[in-house]
């Protein structure tokens, strides 16, 4: 929708579109032979070569993936965000291509990482001043197009709130259309009716209208083609607004194949960039935790070894992503390791469990081997906790919605987790209510979000009272 209404000024759109290209390229050569100068390193072919990647580089990775129409619509905390990680991004690229080259021994390591480590701030304030400088140019009431609803209802209300609240549309509602009128729609003084949908096509050749946005239930689709023909000899932009409120959407939007419009209903939230964005993360901290971690991963399974007959790693069948079945790796806390058609939850006092087992699983230690799982790409750090396959065949013909869970990779931690759905499921309606969180994971999702969710879990790990 924002896409039309900034192609009316193709000057400026040409404009701030050249800008978003070349400024943070611009930004980060710049930083570049600042430092060099004052590092005292003079600029040779080396470093002709490198600036000459960062411009390259910097035109493809550092500006926003986004439509130019939804970046002027992004909060300023995703903004610095994603502006930070497609920074990091860029710098392993160069690093990865001096390691292949041999190159690297060739640059001072001074002004490398001087420069890796300062130009983050220059990107961040440029970032932010375009940003401001697209709501600025583009926010002009006097060209704002004048738009109109047909059919008053949730739908059509809440859409209307969003373009009023959100001046970088362009856009100036006028009021509804509907057959039924103003006490049988329930709707106070403000909601502004202009007439019946029979007096639609006659107001907007009138009034000279831009924007007609037809918000009818699908059921009413026939009155919908009706309205269509009467718009033919319009020059109105005419947009239908499913009434799609009355299902519960996952990771909904709109989209094409081959031409053909669709609409997403229920979807994984990794699709596009955003899966690389997750995979990325996983494989770099889950390493960085494996390596750090590695002393006392090696304590820990001594401690196992020698605290009770068995094997130190247990491993257990689960579902993962789509539902495919994969094994994951846990520290064996129990005397015994069930896997079969039958599988009893831990409870306070369990028996089972082992002195050392009581401990890593208080501390969740007991779930550090499955940073291997993260690392072979069975599992995320952040996600839907995996249940084993006998609790999955339960609970997904009791609670409505449960195997949506599985359309993202399971975690070692979660949104449940961290509100406190962890531990024994002895009720249905703690396990429903674990599955709710897991379903809001899936609708809210953001890199944000994981990280904090990881915060919370290590803020969390030594005061949870439900790890037994």
């Known amino acids: 929708m924002t ?6 000024k193709p000057f400026l759109i040409a404009l701030v579109t050249l800008l978003q290209v070349t ?11 600042a430092t060099m100068a004052i590092c005292n390193v003079p600029f040779d072919r080396k470093y002709g070569v490198l600036a000459s990647l960062v411009m390259a580089l910097g035109a493809l990775l550092l500006p926003s993936p986004k439509s130019f129409g939804s970046q002027m619509m992004v909060g300023r905390a995703p903004l610095v965000f994603s502006t930070l990680l497609r920074w990091a991004i860029l710098v392993l690229i160069l690093l990865l291509i001096g390691y292949a080259t041999k190159f690297s021994e060739e640059f001072s390591r001074l002004v490398t990482l001087t420069w890796a480590l300062v130009t983050p701030a220059g990107l961040l304030l440029s970032a932010l001043m375009l940003h401001e400088l697209m709501r600025r140019v583009l926010h002009d009431e ?3 197009r004048r738009a109109i609803l047909a059919g008053c ?14 001046p970088e549309l362009g856009m100036r509602i006028e009021g509804f259309f509907d057959d039924r009128g103003r ?11 202009l007439g019946r949908l029979s007096e639609l096509a006659t107001f907007v050749r ?11 239930p699908i059921r009413h689709i026939a009155r919908v ?35 053909i419009p669709v609409v997403a209903m229920c979807e994984t939230p990794f699709y596009g960039y955003r899966g690389v964005v997750k995979r990325l993360f996983d494989i770099v901290v889950s390493s960085l935790c494996l390596v750090v971690l590695s002393p006392l991963l090696l304590a820990v399974a001594l401690l196992v070894k020698f605290s009770s007959p068995g094997p130190v790693i247990f491993k257990q069948r689960r579902y993962g992503l789509d539902g495919h079945e994969i094994h994951i790796y846990k520290f064996r806390s129990m005397v015994v390791m069930e896997d079969g058609a039958s599988v009893t939850q831990a409870r306070k006092d369990d028996e089972r469990i082992t002195p050392i087992g009581r401990f890593l699983r208080r501390s969740s230690l007991d779930e550090l081997p499955q940073l291997l ?12 906790r995996p249940h084993a396959v006998a609790h999955n065949e339960q609970y997904r013909k009791l609670i409505k919605g449960y195997m949506i869970r599985h359309k993202v990779l399971p975690g070692i931690t979660g949104l449940a987790q961290v509100n406190g759905c962890r531990g024994e499921t002895s009720r249905i309606e703690e396990m429903q209510a674990r599955v709710q969180y897991d379903l809001e994971y899936l609708r809210r999702w953001s890199a944000l979000l994981d990280l904090k969710i990881l915060f919370l879990t290590l803020v969390n790990v030594f005061r949870d009272e439900k790890a037994y």
């Open 3 to 8: 896409e039309q209404i900034v192609l009316r």
């Open 23 to 33: 400024v943070a390229p611009l930004v980060a050569v710049g930083s570049l032979l």
């Open 142 to 144: 006097a060209s704002a």
């Open 153 to 166: 209802n949730e739908t059509s209300q809440s859409l209307a709130h969003r373009i009023r609240t959100t």
């Open 183 to 193: 006490e049988r729609l329930g709707v106070n003084e403000e909601v502004v009716l």
């Open 206 to 216: 009138a009034k000279s209208v831009d924007v007609i946005f037809i918000a009818l």
């Open 225 to 259: 083609l009706e309205l269509l023909d009467d718009l033919r000899d319009t020059t109105a932009s005419i947009y239908y607004v499913p009434d799609l409120f009355m299902f519960d959407l996952i990771q909904a939007r709109t989209g094409e194949i081959s031409g």
């Open 373 to 384: 799982n993260v690392l072979q790409g069975d599992m995320s750090l952040v996600g839907p």
